[in-house]
């Protein structure tokens, strides 16, 4: 069946560190890739998507790139910053199973100064 | 434009007591799903209402757990009777049908339920 992949966590970086987040995707068809942020006593957010292959979603600085040769959509940010601590989300959209999501476990993310 | 609403935030019950969780949609969304997320984990999903047609509910413990969503907008999730393992974040959230698969999903603040 259809799921994701997340590289578990926690991460702990120094602020204006790179950020990588690995994740990697199984499905029938041609999902649509999200990546979602939780920050701590909220609900999750979008953060950026990507709906086909070599699109690249972005925002806040957060980039990822729908690989569909390799099934990956790996979140990266050139420099990290406090503010970004949160735990972060990969997820897909099956088209093949009435448009349902499918999320992985989630990395923490806590960036110190 | 108003997101998704669920209440109450939090509440705390004794084993095998009941609890009701609500929550309103953003105006115009015909899908709403009901995530369960207990600590450390992700989302998981226990029902996806179209409308107000239960599209999916397979992971969904029907013997306790129930949800309606009588008018096609606010949606309830009912457990009864409640057991220490369901302590968890419950989070509604919904999407807009139009667009293919591309739509995202807007989450509420979700509801944090604690069984002792």
């Known amino acids: 069946g259809d799921s994701v992949t997340q590289m578990e966590g926690p991460v702990t970086l120094s602020e204006e560190a790179f950020l990588t987040i690995n994740c990697t995707y199984t499905?029938?068809?041609?999902?649509?890739l999200f990546w979602y942020v939780q920050y701590p006593g909220e609900g999750l957010q979008l953060l950026l998507k990507a709906t086909k292959a070599d699109d690249k979603g972005s925002n806040k600085g957060f980039e990822a790139t729908y690989r569909k040769e390799t099934t990956s959509f790996h979140l990266e940010k050139g420099s990290v910053q406090v503010s970004d601590s949160a735990v972060y989300f990969c997820a897909l959209k099956a088209r093949s199973t009435g448009n349902q999501f499918y999320f992985g476990t989630g990395t923490s993310l806590t960036v110190i100064p | 434009e108003a997101g998704v609403a669920q209440s109450p935030r939090y509440k705390i019950i004794e084993k095998r007591q009941s609890v009701a969780f609500w929550c309103n949609p953003i105006s115009g969304h015909a899908t709403l799903y009901w995530y369960q997320q207990i600590l450390g984990q992700g989302p998981k999903l226990l029902i996806q209402?179209?409308?107000?047609?239960?599209?999916?509910d397979s992971q969904l413990p029907k013997d306790r757990f129930s949800a309606e969503r009588l008018k096609g907008v606010d949606s309830t999730l009912k457990i009864q009777p409640a057991k220490l393992e369901d302590s968890a974040v419950y989070l509604c959230?919904?999407?807009?049908?139009?667009?293919?698969?591309?739509?995202?999903?807007?989450f509420g603040e979700g509801s944090r339920l604690t069984v002792l």
């Open positions: 209402f179209q409308n107000n047609g239960v599209v999916d």
């Open positions: 499905a029938t068809g041609y999902p649509s």
């Open positions: 959230a919904s999407s807009y049908s139009g667009g293919g698969n591309t739509g995202e999903l807007f």
